[in-house]
């Protein structure tokens, strides 16, 4: 009886800390359902505040040291260097591949250095694990643009504006891609 005691004290010693680094991830489904509830109906500068709010949210791995693998590898990319933010992303994928925005930063990386293929798996991981990623959607759409498929494009764009219409850019992709298949249809 003594050795299941010890044995139950060190799977819920083991257990808890697991638990408390998930709470933060469960907290935010209710924040981000709200966001995207406010963002659908808010005018155009309330749309840019609150699109910063749900960019943060995302932000959010639960880990100190994965924020940071984040941050450096944003930082590279502003600084242009590229490889080095794939680098950094690639490990945060390696240590949270449950972290959404750690597949869309490679994503938007790999388009960077011009490595459409890898770009579009990250992005479907992306989207796996955060079906609501419309920063993950448009950088498909604006892909799909890229490889001369306007019509996979335009379906992309518009799931983007279900769930942003204020998505920057989008409406006028969308406007621009339905004038040019429309012209290819006369």
Known sequence: MRARASLHNLVVAAFLPLLFLCLPAFGQTAKLDDLFTRLKSADAE?????????????????????????????????????????????????????????????????????????????????????????????GLGMIFEELRRPQKALEVYRMVLTLNPHAEGVPEAVERLEAELLGQEL
């Open 46 to 138: 309330a749309a840019l505040r609150i699109e910063q709010e749900i960019w943060i949210e995302w932000s959010k791995s639960g880990s100190p040291s994965m924020d940071l693998l984040l941050e450096r590898g944003r930082q590279a990319m502003n600084e242009g260097a590229t490889d080095l933010a794939i680098e950094h992303f690639t490990a945060l994928i390696d240590h949270a591949p449950g972290f959404a925005e750690g597949w869309n930063a490679r994503a938007t990386a790999y388009w960077a250095a011009g490595d459409l293929g890898p770009a579009v798996s990250d992005i479907g991981h992306a989207l796996e694990l955060n079906p609501r990623h419309f920063g993950a959607l448009s």
